[in-house]
């Protein structure tokens, strides 16, 4: 059920070629055609096997460019094996996505393709014991394909605008997907009205996955938006609303301190819970002590949060424990209090 290492190919092939190349390669592969005359094969070499003298085979990279209204056939050997497919077919209810299993290989089939049918196509081999099976992912075999479309640029979307949250130092993708590999892309802020530099350190574009900010900084936030050009066509994509959080890198790590550790009867007491760490973090704290039902008296700041309790009572005996939680998560620290009463004046001794 391996697929074990692959390498791709590309040739023009007759129908009669198609099916005589199928003998020899095994049956992994993908197979774009359109009526009955001519196929285009990108097949999958098996590892081991003499590659073909007839046709001129040309190695290729991982995406192909099949134009739009064309049928797409991808072969996937593995019984069985699943697919991964654009979101845009995930929700296909026009009946133009096949997906079969035979003996020895997996068909997906997809007719009268679409620019919005762009995007990566992934084969899983299934690794199964009795009837339990589950996605081998390292054994997965991709191919990204482009359905340029001669009316449409970007991939379609129905979102007028899209919000994106920029977090620090977490790459945040601007997915600008086109369907053609020849479209040219540049990046474009709404206002002030200018186009981003797109250095390849700061910002960099891949052509499958869209403009990428590697290191987010609060002035990459604002309106932004791709272009695409190509030929006498120039397209706007989707408008993105980048909004920057300072994200921090780690859950916060709170210290809690009680004024005093045995407190007397009718006096007050002071319970302060701080996060150390990262500025300008927003931290959430919550309680957990003795008397919360009958008492509530917080008070506190970005990084602090202290509880005080005015004219201490029985009832405020036991432990304190408060809680800090940021975007990365929450942790709990703890401190006990006890009550006790005032000490009694000691009497004079008697003089002699």
Avoid at 201 to 222: C, D, L, M, Q, W
Avoid at 236 to 252: D, E, G
Wanted: net charge positive.
């Amino acid at each position: 059920m391996s697929f074990g290492q692959t390498s791709p190919w590309a040739t023009i092939l007759t129908n009669d070629s198609w099916t005589s190349l199928k003998k020899d390669i095994g049956e992994a592969g993908v197979k774009v055609s359109r009526g009955k005359a001519v196929s285009m094969c990108v097949s999958v070499q098996v590892v081991g096997h003499k590659v073909l003298n007839r046709g001129k085979f040309k190695k290729v990279g991982e995406t192909i460019s099949v134009p739009t209204g064309e049928t797409l056939e991808l072969r996937c050997r593995g019984n069985p094996v699943q697919w991964s497919v654009p979101s845009y077919l995930q929700e296909d209810d026009e009946g133009r996505l096949r997906i079969v299993q035979n003996e020895r290989y997996g068909v997906l089939t997809l007719v009268n393709s679409t620019g919005a049918d762009t995007g990566e196509y992934t084969c899983y081999p299934m690794y199964c014991e009795d009837t339990d099976c589950r996605k081998e992912y390292d054994k997965a075999v991709k191919v990204f394909v482009f359905f340029p479309d001669p009316q449409e640029l970007f991939v379609p979307s129905s979102d007028y605008y899209k919000v994106i949250q920029l977090r620090t130092n977490w790459p945040t993708v601007l997915p600008c997907q086109v369907t053609s590999p020849e479209a040219k892309v540049s990046l474009h802020r709404e206002f002030p009205p200018a186009e981003v530099a797109v250095d390849g350190s700061e910002i960099s574009f891949n052509v499958r996955t869209g403009f990428t900010i590697h290191r987010p900084r609060p002035y990459h936030a604002g309106a932004l938006y791709c272009v695409a050009s190509r030929g006498g066509l120039r397209h706007s994509s989707t408008k993105y609303m980048l909004i920057y959080v300072h994200y921090p890198t780690a859950a916060p790590s709170p210290v809690i301190q009680a004024s005093v550790s045995s407190v007397v009867r009718g006096e007050n007491l002071r319970v302060t819970c701080t996060v150390v760490g990262e500025q300008g973090v927003a931290v959430d704290f919550t309680w957990d002590y003795p008397g919360e039902q009958v008492r509530q008296n917080i008070s506190g700041r970005q990084s602090q949060s202290v509880l005080l309790v005015d004219e201490v009572r029985d009832v405020d005996q036991g432990t304190y424990t408060c809680t800090a939680q940021n975007l990365q998560g929450a942790k709990s620290v703890s401190t006990t209090v006890k009550v006790v009463n005032k000490a009694k004046p000691k009497k004079p001794e008697p003089r002699g």
